[in-house]
């Protein structure tokens, strides 16, 4: 069956005189997660993961996967003799440098719509033409409809800002800049908007082009109530059809615009490229506004990492009530996603991650139904969690003992919490950025010889996605437009090390932090970060000797805030609880 | 007399049609410090520090100077009616956004030889016009004249890598390209000769071009003997007048000319720019060779901190032994510069900073005779000096109690101590460059609060410059190219973070530091330092309160080492006072 999709995808292909042709499981605005619709690859090729990218030539095909995915690629896709490049091991090439190393020259075929603007340039920078055809639409039958989900508002008192202030800040630095975004949580940012079209991340399909101090928001007018729609009016939002956009584009002639070339897709670039218009490739300053939370977001925020401690707590509590060779990976990630859902998340904020072991030292693991490990009264379990809740978006990560446990894992574990902890008690000088500080939350388990191979900390979007950029705290490239990002007062990002023994064990300690203002003085000003996870660390798993009084004194700190922090809203039997699990070392 | 000469100069101006006329204390090899024939700002101002811009034009005359020359400045040039632009002040303009501002598209005169490619560059892009043109030599009466030390010969025994294979490497990765260097230090270090043209730094003025395998250095004949001619002729160094330089530039044609802009003087600019060649704007790959120690330059390098420590050593000893109210700051200088020079040093590194209590929270303070302070028997004593050996040059401080101080001092000394410790103890991942380091220095001084006002550490030449790049520790802007180095084995940097109260005291310890590597795993090449300073830390100025065990070892481990290293090499007077100094806390 897939050789025949295959065949006759290649039968267009000849039609047309392409010799690649490329598709990717990105969306029309190129979102991390994908509404339905988007998950194209499937059908030509049978995989069925989150990120791919096929590469169809006449003769034969290529699928491009990371790490997470060469097994299952490899199961789903070699039996159709679809050859499987596995990314990061040693020769697999990227698709742009594996199409400049064997199809030089070729004729490319791609969705414009679903590709970026960069992508693009790179392509035709190496020598390849570009042909910005959808070819594989008409191929795909019983597809899932485009996402309508209706389209709700979120109240000033969650955003702290009104839309109409937001568009006229971001209008008065545009002055005659046209501005057009296609990224989703910048546009649902902007306009205080949120919708369902994509699990885990609370946005809406739409694109958005700034002129003139006129917002154009090509979005259908039925995903609205009517309410809503008269108070954008109102607002002076110009609403049109989702599928008007690129027609639209084409009429803005002879303008300076702005767009970032990783964020906008390429057919937006054919569309404005007629028009005589003179480009600028710059991140986009909502995101910039976006990345600062102000200080009623920052109020809702805390209250949400209060809920989401509550959650938590009652799942460590549960979790010391069973008897763990009962229960699965996927048991405690049902009970914890209920958990957060009874507490007011409107969503999980991600795939939850709960992994036992060994499966914790897997990169990207998360536990499948009928796959997935059983627990048992020993050993370690990591779960990586977070929600999605009008006041804010949370993510989480504890591992916890479940008994018995070797020194060697409480020497690390103890190791991870001391790294997370230095990370989040530094004062540090304004105007920074991650690069600079991640060796904060390194040094003290490089000196033991490891590391990890993730980033410190991403930025974290408020009730919007949980990997948000462009700030993040990391030791490598910073982000797609490899610009360095000064940390900033308002700025969220989690703080997350770890540690990572193949086939033994994994640990993670992680807590959203909030960057503050500390004291201003001679030198400048100093900033800092307050804690916003409100969740006990497991003491048991403690080993003193790898800790200094100075994060065992933050340690004790940090619980008593918890108690503090979730005391109020609990039954007493929890609080007894929380009591004991906070307690001074 | 400064007016007569300044109106000579403008009545030249005025001839030639210049508007504004710029004079640095530039030599016409950009380097940082520069011989006596160079200092014709002074003429034309009267001013006689370091570093200094002077911009006349026909009504008023400026001279730009940095925070260590506001009131030398104002006492020496107000009087001839010359404005003083205090660099650093609110307002204050550099020179190049000085003319923008105040003489858009004014037409500059200035010596091509002793303004950088880059300066020039950027003068004309901001509108001005540039007339390079030498207007100043013809006024200049008694002149010094231009430095013409004897050259000498580096062995290779020191050197580690002879001047062929060095050129040798260098030619691999030029290939067709052609090298033009006018660094001094790059000139030095390729070739393994050395000069005394410069006060500091033992190196020699000439330029040098590198040109299908072939190293043409403008040097004239007679600096060099008889025996050293033979040899560089043998290596197939091509030696030319250094008059000459420029018009040897013309003659190359339709080449690739690799140069950096920021090294390369802008009448090398002009001379080829006549033959139609292309220009790539890289730091020169000599900079990059010369900063990573071949081990042989590692053994020596040791060599020279024992001979350091060694002069040190006698320096502390006789400062414990005598009253301190009998001498002053110069009076210590004078004393350990003939230390130095009795164990073997040819010159000091840098003019040796001397500094009582209050005097050394001022930056670039050093003693003069005259001015200087009287020291006493309480209080502390800094002193940031340092030696050039043939083995290596050397850097070093220290902050000593001379009798009774205050607890606040002893505070601050041991946060110094401790931050000083923590950057050398440091284990790190390879591919790291000193931006992301250097808060390890930092992070105990941020979380009390203060800061230090300069880098954490520069690198250091190897019997060449004292402040050498690329590579550095800073958390600001890296190089004058700003562009990141990657840390690397081999490269040696100082450590030196410090606290400065104005009006009460300053304290600063540094160390060098050896860039090694470490283990290397599955999480790739860990790298960290060897520690090559060998003088103890004064015992009496620590209080235990500041330290935690880490850092206790860290010291104790250190002066161990310090002992150990010194102990064969000293009396046994000497032997007994050390290992008093050396004690473990």
Redesign the interface.
Known sequence: MIRERLNALKTQMRQQNIDVYYLNTSDYHLSEYVPEYFKTVAWFSGFTGSLATLLVTLKDTYIFVDGRYYLQADQQCLKYGIKVIKLGMEGALEPLAFLKANYPGAVVGLDGKRTSIRFAKELLKQGNQIRSIDLYSSLIQNRAPLSRSKIYEIDNSYAGLSRLRKVKLIAHCLRDMVHVVNNLESIAYLLNLRGDDITYTPVFLAYMVLQDEDVYLFCDLERFDADLLEKLYADGIIIRPYDSYYEFLKTIEKRKVVLDEHKVNYESYLALSQGNNAFYDRRSIIEDMKSIKNPIEQENIRMAHIYDGIAELRFLMWLDSIDKSTVSECDCARKINSLRMEVGAKDLSFASIVAYNENAAIPHYFPEEGKCAMLDNHGILLFDTGGQYLEGTTDITRTVALGEVDEEVKKYFTLVLKSMLALSE????S??NG??????A??EL??H???Y?HGTGHGVGNYLAVHEGPPNIR?GSTDSRNEEVELKPGMVFSDEPGVYFVGRFGIRCENLLLCQKD?E?E??Q?LSFETLTMVPFDLNLIDRDYL???SINALNRYHQKVYDALAPFITEEERAYLKEKTQAI
Do not use: P, S, T
Not at 435 to 440: N, R
């Open positions: 530094l004062k540090f000088m105007g920074l690069k600079q500080i991640d060796i904060v390194r040094q490089w000196a010889g490891v590391d191979r030791y004291e003085n030198y400048g100093f200094d009084e100075k």
